[in-house]
């Protein structure tokens, strides 16, 4: 499985910006994809997740700014980040995972292909 980041970029406080992440070489559907992040000088951080259930988990400093979506015949994970911070830059990495349970979403060992990453930079 190869995954693939874009969409990042230089914004400023309040406004919007999308991320996707294209997923080849497996069946969306059959995959856990997330979204972390890393900050400068920070550990490398959850943000979102869809399970192949189409469950969906945020972490607490997303929740209602963030949205998640999958679009499986484009093979396509979507965040839709609204009401940027300044908090919120970082680099974002897309990661799949076939077995990770749901208890252990956020936690990045559990996944086991990543992309490149995106910048995210947010001025205030």
């Known amino acids: 499985v190869q995954l693939q980041a874009s969409g990042g970029g230089l914004v400023q406080a309040g406004d919007s910006l999308t991320l996707s992440c294209r997923v080849s070489?497996?069946?969306?559907?059959?995959?856990?994809v997330g979204w972390f992040r890393q900050a400068p000088g920070k550990e490398r951080e959850f943000v979102a997740t869809?399970?192949?259930?189409?469950?969906?988990f945020y972490s607490d400093s997303v929740k209602g700014r963030f949205r998640l979506s999958r679009d499986n015949v484009q093979k396509m994970v979507i965040l839709q980040m609204n009401s940027l911070k300044p908090e919120d830059t970082a680099v974002y990495y897309c990661?799949?995972?076939?077995?990770?349970?749901?208890?252990?979403?956020?936690?990045?060992?559990?996944?086991?292909?990543w992309g490149q990453g995106t910048q995210v930079t947010v001025s205030s």
């Open positions: 070489g497996g069946t969306l559907s059959r995959y856990t």
């Open positions: 990661a799949a995972s076939s077995t990770v349970i749901q208890s252990e979403v956020s936690n990045l060992r559990f996944y086991s292909y």
């Open positions: 869809i399970r192949w259930t189409s469950a969906i």
